[in-house]
Each structure stands twice: as C-alpha cells, then as structure tokens.
C-alpha cells in the first residue's frame, strides 16, 4: 500500500498503457534432468491441460472464479546498427540468434548515439541483449587501448542472484571474444583475494546498488583506472528501484556521475524494466539524466492461460464468528505438490520468507506420501540464506534437479529460469507490474505458460479474483521515488562529501533540496565549510550514516544455542517481530524457538524444536499531527494531507495452527517502542455526518475501525507498492483533530510519497473500499472485507454496516484533489516531503520526544493484513471497549490500539539510521519482497580496510 512522490501532473500511475501484459508460450517442455524420465504426465501438456488437471473435481474446480486466455503475438525483426563490432554480431549468431527483435536494435542505437535509454518491455523479451550488445562492443574495441582496458561497465542488480546469473550469460554469450571482455561479481560474498583483481583488470564488474553505496564510492581512488575508462552503467530491473529505497539508489548513482566527473568520464545509463507506466520519467528521476523510452514490444509470446484461484470457507471460525478461507499458504503448497506429481516444473512465489519456508515444507510432507523419491525435487528459496546455500540452489533449478520451488521475490528479479512451465502466485504481490513479472517467469523459453493467483483471505485479494478487470483490463503502475526526501538526500551528502568536499557547483546534481539541507548538516556539525567548499568532519565512514534498503540497522545474527551454528540473518527493523523471544523461525525446513533476542548484541539465541504452530507479533501504535500541508472539503468533514509522528511497540504475540490459523493463545512481551516521523493522509467527519450516516455513539469506533481496515486493504490497487509500506489509525475522537479521524500513513522516516498518492486517489481508492465492504457475502464482517490479523483491538470493534454508510455519506460530500480520483489538483509536489516539522535528520539526533498518544478509543492497522500463516500479525494485546461511547458527542475509551505500518523487508524502501524508527511495526517477515520494489536479497557487505 503506497504511493509515489512525484510532483503533481508528472506522472499519473492509472494512465493506459498500450502494453499490454507479457507472457510466454508454445508447448511445455519436457523438464526432467538428462538421463531422468519425467516426473509425470506433464510434460508436452498445454498450459489448459495443466490446468485441467490442477481443477478436477468439483471442489476444485468451484476455486477458480475466473480464467484468462491471452493469444499468441508474432515477431518482429531488424538488424544491428552497423556500428556493433562484427565479431560481438557473429558472438551473438554463435548463442543461435540471428536477429535481434526490432526494440533491442532500437535500444542499441540510442546506446551507441551516447543516449541514456531505458527499455521497458515484457518478461523474456530479450532486455539483457538489447543492453549487452553495445557494452560488448565498446569494450572489445577497450581491450585494444595499451592497457587493454580502455573501456569500462559496470552492471547494477537489485539482488546478488541477479548479478551472479548475468554474469553467467556475459560469460557465455562473450566467449568467442576471449579475454577481451572480463566480467567479474564484487559484492558482499565475493572472496577478498579476488577484490584486487577485480578493481584492477575486469572491465565488466557487476554488483548492486548497496557495495556501490559502501564499498565502491567510499573508496573511489582505488577504482580510479576503472572510472576513467567507465563508458556504461547498466541498471537492471531498474523498476525495483521505487519508494524509499528507489530514493536511496537515485542519490547513489548522482554520487557516481559526480566521481566520474572527477575522473573524465561521463557513462551513459541503460536501464532495463518490466512494463510500466512513464519509464522514461521514472528513469530520469533515478539516474537524473535525460532517458530515451523504447516500450514497443517486438517479442513474440505464446498463449497464456492465468487463472484466479480463491480458496474455498473451512468449517472453523476466527474472530466473533467470522468464516475462514483455508490460507492461501496450504493451498499453494497443494498447488505446487500436484504440479510436481505431473513433472510440471514450477515456480510458487510467496511475499515472505517464512511463508516460502512453509510451502516447501508441506509439499515436501505431501510428496512423501505419494513418491519419496520427488520430495527432494521440491525447496525452498529467500533472502537471508548464506551465500552457499544460494548458489545450490540456483545450480539446482538450473539442471533442472529441482521441479518445484517456493520462492521469495529473490528469484523474480530476472533470474533466468528458463523451461518452468507454471508459475503460482500465493497472494496479489502489491502491484500489477510485480504481477505480470512474477507469472512472465512461466514460458520463459517459448514454452506455453500457466499463472495461478490464489487469494488470500483479505480485502484486496477477495476484490481482485472477483473484479478480474481490474487486473487484466487495467494499466500497470508508474514506478515513483523521491531523492529530494530530506531523510534521504542529507546522508549522502555526508557521503558526498567525505569522498570529495562538496563545491557549489555541485549542489544542482543533488536536487532543490540540497542547499537547503547543508545549514541544517553543518549546525549536527556532520559538515563544515572551509573556504569554498564542505567537508565531512567525522572519523567515522559516512557511508554507514544510512542504509539503503531502509533495514534498519545492524543485522541480527540467528544462532543456533546449542552449537553456535550461523543459521542466517535478520534485519534489524523486523527484529522485533519476527525473532522475538518465543518465536518459530523457519530455515531450509527445520523449524527452531528463539529462546532469547540481545538487541544491544545483534543475536537472536534459538534451538531446535516442533511446536505445532506459527507465531504473530502484535503491536500498538500512537499518532499525533506535526503539520498540516493541505486541507480540502469534504463537504462538512475535510481531507487532510501533512506530517504525523507515529509510536510503536510490539506488545505481545499469537501462537497460531500452521494450516488453520485457529489461535491457540497470546503471550506479552516487553520491547523498546520505537518513534517514526513521517506523512500521512487523513479524513475527519462531522456529528451532522454521523447523523446522515445513521451512525451512533455505540457503532462509532467500530465503524470508523472497519472503515480504516479496507482501506489499508484496497489501497495497493491504487499505488506502486506494497502493502507492508503503510500503516493505519482510527480515532472517534483525536485531540489534534478534535473529530473522528482516520489517519494512512506512510511506514517510512520522512514520507515515500504513498499518502501523498491517497490524497490525490482519495474517491477513487474509498469507492472500491466501500464496494469491497459492501459487496462481501458476510454477515458481520470477515478477513475477506473488514478483518485484519494485524489489528492491536482483536478487530474490536468492528461494525460492517456502519463503515459502509459512514463511506457512502463521506464519498457523497467528496470534493477537491482527491475527489477528482486524478494524479493532480493541490499541487502537491515532491518538495512537500520535506516538512518543516520534521527536524532530525539521519545520522543527527533521535526524533524529538514520543509521539502523543493518538486519542482515545484509537484502533489503527499497520502496513496492511497479511494472512496469519505469512506474515507475522500486529496490535496490541489490550483491545478497546467494543461498546465505548465515543467521537464529539460521548467521551471514548482510553486504550490506543494498532496495527502499525509495516517496516519492509530487505529490497524495500524504509530508511534508517540514528534517531529514524525504521516504520512502526516491523515487517514479519524480512525478506520477503516487496514488490516492486523491492529485492530481498540482503545488502552487500562493505568494502574491507575503508573503515
């Protein structure tokens, strides 16, 4: 649930797009290892017969609400520019193509013009060429210089999997070159006797946006050679790079412009993204340069078959009565154990890392009792591995060992899979561009292609399997960020300036904001000007003053007791939910009970056990009103758009059944709360609008409650984001507000531009909420509508009919910016982020004082409700009276409850370091991707010897 910082009129994310989704086929392959038979009926089966299978019998067949056929689309061709070397050209024919598809040669052209450009196509459809093929060249013609490195590129991955396969498919493709291209991975698991040679004679060097910020930059003039001589920096999935953490890698890449200056040189970027909408505006933003757009597909594709798969009612109950799904979890699990049985090689995507854990698990304990010898084909694949254990795994999928894997975004991010042939999605991933990027991995070598989405048991995924338009008829999203967030660009300006003293002439590469900000700096006494220019003045290294995936700190160590064992990592802002004392983490199958967390040491102390259940954080959450941007009607209440400073703390945790979800008790816990200064979105009612809306003292909280949970649920529909990215109050009545007050606000230090998204959505994204409310068969409210299993009240209170007429009334009022449903209106910009109101800055000071407490009777929901059995739930254990009067006319009950928004996981966008709470309520899960944005793979460590 997020939303983008752009100014107003730049971008909208809701504009058509005349590329359509992207996907793959012809008939599956046989995927079974050479000199193996196949698994089962699968291979050579179409995509429909897969499906028809997965679908027999009449329980099954009644899950699938809808089904999506997308023809066929033919090729077409051109040639290389004349400038591409003859031998790169007869490389290319060598690895058995021909021609290139009419975007790659256009691509190339603007490369070799000194264009930047960003190619903005489908899944497979052949983006690493259109990039490759002008790199290649200019550094052939390079290797003749005298020192055999006249030329020079660098290659950026959002993930270290990423890197390691690109590196793979320039080794091959470059093979009939010789040593005239030398491709090479520096990053965090890159041995340090293999560094030297790296900085010193490779003339491909692929890492990620993290070693670049901690290692490569801080230590420029040991990469001098190879900056001088840099002609390219290719960023892949550059469409990851959105939000907060987007911001982060903008402000990097001007850092290296400015080094790059230093040294002579001037690279052209090539940026390679999944569909989109604008990519060339996104790029810009990003790299700050002028990009050129080349969107036409001219791949061809096959058919794809997609499938909406919605789960089926157990006979359990949850929360006051409410019927519950069988978990999007289980049933995936089922989904992917039946492909395996027909040899059907596959690919189940899931948002978090324990989730991945768990359908690995249950589908191996299926296999078992069906064929012993396929349990080994299926495992799991997330962030937070050692290194090791990643690159078996990848080795695994590869040879086709593997036929069956739970994964985490790790391995969406472009990772060439070649010859799956389904892909299953558990659970909408946040956006529509994560969406088709996720099932563009089936059909990858023009085989046919099977999507299934099976929808977890939550507003927004019940609204989609039942609104198919809504995902095939609709545009995908704009990718959006903001460098100009004061909690961003003043680290690296700090960064800046310890790798060279920042000079006025400077100052225009790092936006507006940047003259602003170096008083502020220069008074933390962070900077100092001397003569003409500003220097960094601390003995410690600057690039450490923040982390650029916003995780918060450093890593938590998981230790296994009893053997000191390395088991993974954790990162420090999901720490408090997800390795609390108490809790069950899952690793490569093996369940373990974190005995103790050390906060001040960085560890988490676990052994190994098998409790029959999952554990869920919950938390409480306080907002008050630092500022107030904009203010409109609607009709007698008002929307709201300004800077809020949230509280949270994780109170207690859930033990929960694997499968069912049922709840089998809580324990309380006793964890430092945690401050976020950040934006927000907020709407107020008026007394005569209650009296319109038919709503009472005694339904007023749970109204305003309910309304509040949707909301948060639907709000991915309408923002390139995830869901984990936001948090939520309700308030009857808020001291600052003085009404009933529902506030969304960002989950991140300083605002990522998601709530400035709602304001100007605001009719739009509250229509769907209302219509998702409405139109849910229940009675009294259930997770598929108004339930979240994050919520700090127990979901107390809750009225259904009540939100539904609150909304009814409000949406009939709506005026203004956000009643428009438009991109524009307040001309609310990216400027707006940097609130007055927000002083401290990263690498200063802790935010000034607890936020006040958000009011009486306050509900609030944090970054969104993911299912039980993935995501680690939140709010307090202490829930307010269900009955309390409460809103202007009759006084509320005193207890604040929450469900904070979501500190992301690792490859999402929070921002860190001293004084900035990483988001209120840590991600469940760290790892588990975001979207978009996001990669999960953990950040590459930093450079040894320049501390």
């Not at 809808?66 to 003859?86: C, G, K």
């Not at 001007?254 to 790059?260: A, F, G, I, K, V």
């Not at 982020?833 to 927000?838: C, L, R, T, Y």
Request: with cysteine.
């Amino acid at each position: 649930m997020a939303f983008n910082h752009l100014p107003a009129g730049v971008h909208d994310a809701l504009r058509p797009l005349s590329i359509p989704p992207v996907t793959h086929s012809m008939p599956m392959a046989n995927i079974s290892p050479p000199g193996e038979p196949s698994a089962g009926a699968g291979a050579h089966a179409s995509p429909r017969a897969v499906l028809d299978r997965l679908t027999a019998g009449p329980s099954r067949a009644a899950r699938v609400t809808h089904t999506e056929h997308m023809p066929p689309r033919e090729a077409r061709y051109a040639v290389w520019p004349d400038r591409i070397r003859p031998e790169v050209i007869s490389a290319i024919r060598a690895a058995g193509i021909e021609h290139p598809w009419a975007h790659q040669a256009r691509a190339a052209e603007h490369a070799l013009d000194g264009d930047s450009v960003v190619v903005a196509t489908g899944t497979a459809s052949g983006k690493s060429l259109a990039y490759l093929t002008p790199v290649l060249s200019a550094l052939l013609d390079g290797s003749e210089a005298p020192n055999g490195r006249g030329a020079t590129a660098l290659y950026l991955a959002p993930t270290k999997a990423l890197a390691a396969d690109q590196r793979r498919a320039v080794r091959e493709l470059a093979a009939p070159l010789g040593n005239a291209v030398r491709p090479a991975v520096y990053d965090g698991d890159t041995p340090f006797e293999e560094r030297e040679w790296v900085r010193q004679y490779a003339n491909y060097v692929l890492t990620n946006p993290d070693m670049l910020h901690r290692g490569i930059l801080p230590s420029h003039p040991r990469w001098s050679s190879f900056l001088r001589a840099l002609r390219y920096v290719v960023i892949d999935e550059c469409h990851t790079y959105r939000g907060v953490f987007g911001s982060h890698v903008a402000q990097v890449l001007r850092r290296l412009r400015r080094l790059c200056a230093r040294y002579g040189s001037e690279p052209v970027f090539l940026l390679a993204s999944a569909t989109s909408a604008e990519p060339a505006v996104s790029a810009e933003r990003l790299t700050g340069l002028p990009v050129k757009e080349v969107a036409d597909d001219a791949s061809p594709r096959g058919d794809l078959v997609f499938a909406l798969w919605e789960p089926p009612l157990t006979d359990l109950h949850g929360e006051k009565g409410a019927p519950v799904r069988r978990t999007a979890t289980a049933e995936t699990a089922d989904l992917l154990t039946d492909l395996t049985v027909q040899g059907v090689r596959s690919v189940a995507f899931v948002r978090s890392r324990r989730g991945a854990e768990l359908i690995s698990v249950i589908a191996q304990e299926r296999l078992a009792e069906v064929d012993r010898s396929l349990t080994h084909r299926v495992a799991a694949y997330r962030g937070g591995y050692l290194p090791e254990e990643r690159r078996a795994l990848e080795r695994a999928l590869h040879s086709g060992e593997l036929l069956g894997l739970a994964a985490t975004t790790a391995l969406e991010l472009g990772v060439d899979v070649s010859g799956l042939d389904a892909v299953v999605i558990a659970g909408y991933p946040g956006t529509r561009a994560s969406l088709w990027q996720q099932a563009g991995r089936a059909g990858r070598s023009g085989q046919g292609a099977l999507a299934v989405l099976v929808a977890r048991d939550d507003p927004l995924d019940t609204y989609l399997v039942h609104h198919p338009e809504a995902l095939f008829r609709r545009p995908v999203e704009s990718t959006v960020l903001d460098p100009d967030n004061p909690y961003v660009l003043a680290p690296h300006l700090c960064a800046a300036a310890s790798e060279l003293p920042l000079v006025e002439d400077d100052l225009a590469l790092f936006g507006p904001a940047a003259e602003e900000l170096l008083p502020q700096l220069e008074a933390a006494k962070l900077l100092r000007r001397r003569t003409k220019a500003w220097h960094w003045t601390r003995r410690e290294r600057a690039a450490d003053l923040t982390d650029i995936r916003g995780e918060g700190g450093e890593p938590v160590q998981i230790v296994e007791e009893g053997t000191g064992r390395l088991l993974g990592t954790v990162d420090a802002s999901a720490a408090h939910t997800t390795v609390h004392e108490g809790a069950v983490h899952l690793h490569q199958g093996r369940t373990y009970l974190v005995r103790r967390l050390d906060l001040q040491d960085s560890v988490a102390l676990v052994e190994e056990a098998a409790p029959p259940y999952s554990t869920t954080a919950r938390d409480t959450t306080a907002i008050s009103i630092l500022e107030t941007d904009v203010e409109v009607p609607w009709g007698q209440g008002r929307l709201c758009y300004g800077s809020v400073e949230v509280t949270n703390q994780v109170v207690s945790f859930l033990r929960r059944r694997v499968i069912t979800g049922e709840v089998l008790g809580e324990t309380k816990l006793d964890l430092p709360p945690r401050t976020l200064r950040t934006r927000a979105v907020w709407w107020t009612v008026t007394e005569d609008q209650l009296d319109a809306a038919r709503v009472n003292p005694e339904i007023l909280g749970g109204a305003l409650h309910a309304a509040e949970h949707a909301s948060i649920g639907m709000l991915p529909l309408f923002a390139t984001c995830d869901r984990w990215d936001i948090g939520g109050v309700s308030v009857p009545l808020h001291p600052d507000t003085l009404l009933p007050t529902v506030f969304v606000y960002d989950g991140h230090p300083g605002g990522a531009g998601f709530a400035e998204r709602a304001f100007h959505t605001a009719r739009e994204w509250l229509t769907a909420t209302r219509q998702a409310i409405a139109s849910c068969e229940c009675e009294a409210g259930c997770p598929s509508c108004i339930q979240s299993p994050k919520c700090g009240n127990g979901n107390e209170p809750l009225h259904k009919r009540g939100a539904v007429r609150l909304l009814s009334v409000l949406l009939r009022d709506a005026e203004g910016p956000g009643g428009s449903g438009g991109s524009g209106g307040s001309g609310l910009g990216v400027a707006a982020a940097s609130e007055p109101g927000v002083a401290s800055l990263p690498g200063t000071e802790a935010a000034s004082g607890p936020a006040a407490a958000s009011g009486p009777g306050a509900a609030s929901e944090p970054g969104v409700a993911p299912p039980p059995e993935t995501e680690a739930a939140s709010g307090s254990a202490a829930a307010s009276e269900p009955g309390a009067a409460s809103g202007p006319r009759a006084a509320s009950g005193p207890t604040a409850a929450s469900e904070p928004g979501a500190a992301p996981p690792p490859g999402t966008e929070a921002v860190s370091g001293p004084g900035a709470a990483s988001g209120p309520g840590a991600a469940s899960e760290p790892g588990a991707a975001s979207e978009p944005g996001a990669a999960s793979e953990p950040g590459a460590a930093s450079e040894p010897g320049a501390a």
